[in-house]
């Protein structure tokens, strides 16, 4: 057992309490306060107290970033350097976010609820893992000659965008930063990280690791802020030449509008979902189809964003599945987040609360049927907890089974056959993830086919790896995070066609 895992209750309260949070802007190699002297408060949904103050950056702030960024990237400070060097300098930065896992889980999870356990096992080595994968990449990526003929040379060449901004969610919140900063920073692009308001403390923290790690001033930056400020300005910045963003379709679609206003920015969106979790009657496990659905929907809280949301499952079984999700959601009532026995933390904040709770009263009152759970948990603690719920005979058209709710609520329905079944599943304007359980192959395959998603598990659920992509069709966004194929998102095509006769 590690020393971590081997940490109490009481062992992670008595470090929260002694430790000291990152609230200021990281600028140009620099910790400072915004240029308004503005602060936020950064709350900890565990309990609804105030953590710390948190610079609260807005268009100025902005500003400089940018041109701490585009100096760094003219100057060639970073895209200059022998991939080599880039390369072990990333490794450096992934190996310092492992050396302070303890450190980064704890922040992680009084910054947003999720379970401790969770953060150490999975958040922060799933961070560090991809920026040393994509480090890798910095000195093993070839460019192409073209076939031409005899008396051309036509190269093709990648070369970085420029100043590149990370928009990223609150759900995970270091790991959604850590698959834009591998791929853009091993690219040469500088970068600057706009963490969402709800989750700014470990991106804060990892920028003086990174200078430690010997990434240049100017390369990578944060700026902390609301996004209908900071947020704003990076997408109408005329100086920023990409936006990476994950967050919500309706936000990823005001950055198509920014940049259309602005300088036509690349912009890529990795937005939510609404998975359609297919089990069928002929399933060859249904004790870990079981659950797998329960774990799909509760895991994080269910603030994930290619959540099961949607079990779709023929009538026959539906009961034994019920049943068994029950049973594991028994086991994963929401706890003390910094309890190691925690397995469903806290909702991220007020709203959110009240927006799953929104939710769980519109299924109710549009005539689903509540199986267990559904009410708020903990109260007393001050902090903002769900109790998993789900809910029987749903119709897919119903609210519930047609809206993201980012929280532990899960909806049932039947289907009659796999047609039926693909219908239904590709009934949303989501297309982030499907999964279809199933011992016939041939059939898993067709309906793994007809699914409009970016991925989909056969006979699994949420399972994955960095060398797969990850990303949505229709409006679960477009680009894709993850694998080699992210790093097209931050580099540019260039021709040099030289003419050999001259
Ligand atoms: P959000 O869209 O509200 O916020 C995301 C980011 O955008 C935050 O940094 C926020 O400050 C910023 N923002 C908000 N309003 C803005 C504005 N007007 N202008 C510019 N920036 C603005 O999303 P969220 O609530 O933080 O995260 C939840 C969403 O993220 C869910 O829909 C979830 O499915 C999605 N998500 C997708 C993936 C994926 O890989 N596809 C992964 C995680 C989360």
């Given at each position: 057992?590690?020393?971590?895992?081997?940490?109490?209750?009481?062992?992670?309260?008595?470090r929260?309490?002694?430790?000291?949070?990152?609230?200021?802007?990281?600028?140009?190699?620099?910790?400072?306060?915004?240029?308004?002297?503005?602060?936020?408060?950064?709350?900890?949904?565990?309990?609804?107290?105030?953590?710390?103050a948190?610079?609260?950056?807005?268009?100025?702030?902005?500003?400089?970033?940018?041109?701490?960024?585009?100096?760094?990237?003219?100057?060639?400070?970073?895209?200059?350097?022998?991939?080599?060097?880039?390369?072990?300098?990333l490794?450096?930065?992934?190996?310092?976010?492992?050396?302070?896992?303890?450190?980064?889980?704890?922040?992680?999870?009084?910054?947003?609820?999720?379970?401790?356990?969770?953060?150490?096992?999975?958040?922060?080595?799933?961070?560090?893992?991809?920026?040393?994968?994509?480090?890798?990449?910095?000195?093993?990526?070839?460019?192409?000659?073209?076939p031409?003929?005899?008396?051309?040379?036509?190269?093709?060449?990648?070369?970085?965008?420029?100043?590149?901004?990370?928009?990223?969610?609150?759900?995970f919140?270091?790991?959604?930063?850590?698959?834009?900063?591998?791929?853009?920073?091993?690219?040469?692009?500088?970068?600057?990280?706009?963490?969402?308001?709800?989750?700014?403390?470990?991106?804060?923290?990892?920028?003086e690791?990174?200078?430690?790690?010997?990434?240049?001033?100017?390369?990578?930056?944060?700026?902390?802020?609301?996004?209908?400020?900071?947020?704003?300005?990076?997408?109408?910045?005329?100086?920023?030449?990409?936006?990476?963003?994950?967050?919500?379709?309706?936000?990823a679609?005001?950055f198509l509008?920014?940049?259309?206003?602005?300088?036509?920015?690349?912009?890529?969106?990795?937005?939510?979902?609404?998975?359609?979790?297919?089990?069928?009657?002929?399933?060859?496990?249904?004790?870990?189809?079981?659950?797998?659905?329960?774990?799909?929907?509760?895991?994080?809280?269910?603030?994930?964003?290619?959540?099961?949301?949607?079990?779709l499952?023929e009538?026959?079984?539906k009961?034994?599945?019920?049943?068994k999700?029950?049973?594991?959601?028994?086991?994963?009532?929401?706890?003390?987040?910094?309890?190691?026995?925690?397995?469903?933390?806290?909702?991220?904040?007020?709203?959110?609360?009240?927006?799953?709770?929104?939710?769980?009263?519109?299924?109710?009152?549009?005539?689903?049927?509540?199986?267990?759970?559904?009410?708020?948990?903990?109260?007393?603690?001050?902090?903002?907890?769900?109790?998993?719920?789900?809910?029987?005979?749903?119709?897919?058209?119903?609210?519930?089974?047609?809206?993201?709710?980012?929280?532990?609520?899960?909806?049932?329905?039947?289907?009659?056959?796999?047609?039926?079944?693909?219908?239904?599943?590709?009934?949303?304007?989501?297309?982030?993830?499907?999964?279809?359980?199933?011992?016939?192959?041939?059939?898993?395959?067709k309906?793994?086919?007809?699914?409009?998603?970016?991925?989909?598990?056969?006979?699994?659920?949420d399972?994955?790896?960095?060398?797969?992509?990850?990303?949505?069709?229709?409006?679960?966004?477009?680009?894709?995070?993850?694998?080699?194929?992210?790093?097209?998102?931050?580099?540019?095509?260039?021709?040099?066609?030289?003419?050999?006769?001259?």
């Amino acid at each position: 057992m590690s020393a971590a895992a081997a940490l109490s209750l009481d062992d992670w309260k008595s470090r929260a309490a002694g430790l000291s949070h990152r609230g200021q802007a990281f600028i140009d190699g620099d910790y400072v306060d915004a240029q308004s002297g503005e602060t936020f408060d950064c709350v900890n949904p565990a309990n609804g107290q105030v953590l710390t103050a948190i610079a609260a950056c807005e268009a100025a702030d902005v500003d400089r970033a940018v041109a701490a960024a585009r100096r760094a990237f003219d100057d060639g400070r970073w895209s200059d350097l022998p991939p080599v060097v880039r390369k072990k300098k990333l490794l450096r930065f992934a190996e310092l976010i492992l050396q302070h896992k303890e450190e980064l889980a704890l922040l992680e999870t009084l910054d947003m609820g999720k379970p401790i356990s969770d953060s150490l096992a999975i958040d922060i080595p799933a961070a560090a893992k991809c920026i040393a994968w994509y480090a890798e990449t910095a000195d093993k990526t070839y460019d192409e000659i073209a076939p031409t003929g005899p008396s051309v040379l036509g190269l093709i060449t990648r070369e970085p965008l420029g100043v590149v901004a990370a928009v990223v969610p609150w759900n995970f919140p270091l790991l959604m930063a850590a698959w834009k900063i591998g791929p853009a920073l091993a690219t040469g692009n500088t970068m600057i990280v706009k963490p969402a308001e709800q989750s700014p403390l470990t991106a804060l923290r990892i920028a003086e690791l990174a200078t430690e790690a010997g990434i240049p001033d100017g390369v990578f930056n944060v700026v902390p802020g609301f996004g209908e400020t900071a947020g704003r300005a990076l997408g109408l910045h005329m100086d920023v030449d990409c936006v990476t963003f994950t967050g919500s379709i309706e936000v990823a679609k005001m950055f198509l509008k920014y940049a259309g206003e602005s300088n036509m920015k690349r912009v890529s969106c990795e937005c939510g979902g609404k998975t359609p979790n297919i089990i069928m009657s002929d399933c060859p496990d249904l004790d870990a189809a079981a659950k797998a659905a329960a774990f799909g929907i509760f895991f994080n809280q269910g603030e994930v964003c290619n959540a099961g949301s949607r079990l779709l499952v023929e009538a026959d079984i539906k009961d034994r599945v019920l049943e068994k999700i029950e049973q594991v959601a028994q086991k994963m009532q929401p706890g003390e987040p910094l309890d190691p026995r925690t397995k469903m933390g806290a909702i991220v904040d007020q709203t959110q609360l009240d927006r799953v709770l929104g939710y769980i009263e519109a299924g109710k009152e549009g005539g689903a049927e509540l199986k267990f759970g559904g009410r708020r948990a903990r109260a007393d603690s001050g902090g903002y907890y769900v109790e998993p719920t789900v809910f029987d005979n749903v119709d897919s058209r119903m609210k519930i089974a047609q809206e993201e709710i980012f929280g532990p609520v899960l909806s049932t329905i039947t289907f009659k056959d796999a047609d039926d079944a693909v219908r239904i599943g590709n009934e949303t304007i989501y297309g982030l993830a499907a999964a279809v359980w199933t011992r016939d192959l041939g059939k898993a395959h067709k309906t793994a086919r007809r699914l409009r998603a970016g991925t989909v598990w056969i006979n699994c659920f949420d399972n994955d790896d960095i060398t797969v992509p990850f990303g949505g069709f229709k409006e679960s966004g477009f680009g894709r995070d993850k694998s080699l194929h992210a790093l097209e998102k931050y580099v540019q095509l260039k021709t040099t066609w030289i003419n050999l006769d001259a």
